[in-house]
Nanobody, 127 residues
Framework: QVQLVESGGGSVQAGGSLRLSCAAS????????MGWFRQAPGKEREGVAA????????YYTDSVKGRFAISQDRTKNTLYLQMNSLKPEDTAIYYC????????????????????WGQGTQVTVSS
């Protein structure tokens, strides 16, 4: 059974940093896309960052380029999102996501690509 468990959310002032973690279990993600999504109140869930292990590549939505960095530690089966220079508009619930062995590709930042989701972790950025 695939499980994705996020941690690391919290409250921070604008300009601050947070690092989110996503512990994955129940599948081998050697070649699986994994990503971070977020959903603010009243808005749709949007793709923030994604990673493809092999061949290696990372993807970011424009609003976080240069501020966020996605990475993974295969030895720990953990996905990370380092968030720097946080802004109030980054406030949202952040979700970890992963594709399964079989999936339909709609793009690395499309929620329709992903089969598995974590429960989410709240990030609040105050001005």
């Amino acid at each position: 059974q695939v499980q994705l468990v996020e941690s690391g959310g919290g409250s921070v002032q604008a300009g601050g940093s947070l690092r989110l973690s996503c512990a994955a279990s129940g599948f081998t993600y050697e070649n699986n896309y994994m990503g971070w999504f977020r959903q603010a109140p009243g808005k749709e869930r949007e793709g923030v960052a994604a990673i493809r292990p092999d061949p290696y590549n990372t993807y970011y939505t424009d609003s976080v380029k240069g501020r966020f960095a996605i990475s993974q530690d295969r030895t720990k089966n953990t996905l990370y999102l380092q968030m720097n220079s946080l802004k109030p508009e980054d406030t949202a619930i952040y979700y970890c996501a992963a594709v399964g062995r079989f999936y339909t590709y709609y793009g690395p930042l499309s929620r329709k690509t992903y089969n598995y989701w974590g429960q989410g972790t709240q990030v609040t950025v105050s001005s």
